[in-house]
């Protein structure tokens, strides 16, 4: 069972940035694709960012394409969502999510099997 613990989640004004962290303690994340897939009030889940654990491929949705950065390290069996310039539209419950080696960019939250409890971003003055 893969437990995925969500971290760096805030309050921050419009313009501003936050870095979530994702890690999976007792568990090596190599090998396992790591999406963050948020859900704002009212609306269903979104994937925002996916990156592969076979190549590294990273995808990123339309919403936050040149403003968000996924990485991970491996050393610190961490990934990790970079959120600049942040937007009112960006505040939601973000999850880190697992699955086996590929993100399926057919799915809407990228295909993942296991989840993270969740942390708040809210983007407001």
């Known amino acids: 069972q893969v437990q995925l613990v969500e971290s760096g989640g805030g309050l921050v004004q419009p313009g501003g940035s936050l870095r979530l962290s994702c890690a999976a303690p007792?568990?090596?994340?190599?090998?396992?694709?790591i999406a963050w897939v948020r859900q704002a009030p009212g609306k269903e889940r979104e994937g925002v960012s996916c990156?592969?654990?076979?190549?590294?491929?990273?995808y990123y949705s339309d919403s936050v394409k040149g403003r968000f950065t996924i990485s991970r390290d491996n050393a610190k069996n961490t990934v990790y969502l970079q959120m600049n310039s942040l937007k009112p539209e960006d505040t939601a419950v973000y999850y880190c999510?697992?699955?086996?080696?590929?993100?399926?960019?057919?799915?809407?939250?990228?295909?993942?099997?296991?989840w993270g409890k969740g942390t708040l971003v809210t983007v407001s003055s």
């Open positions: 007792g568990f090596t994340l190599d090998y396992y694709a």
């Open positions: 999510a697992a699955q086996y080696y590929h993100c399926d960019g057919n799915s809407n939250t990228y295909g993942m099997d296991y």
């Open positions: 990156i592969s654990g076979s190549d590294g491929s990273i």
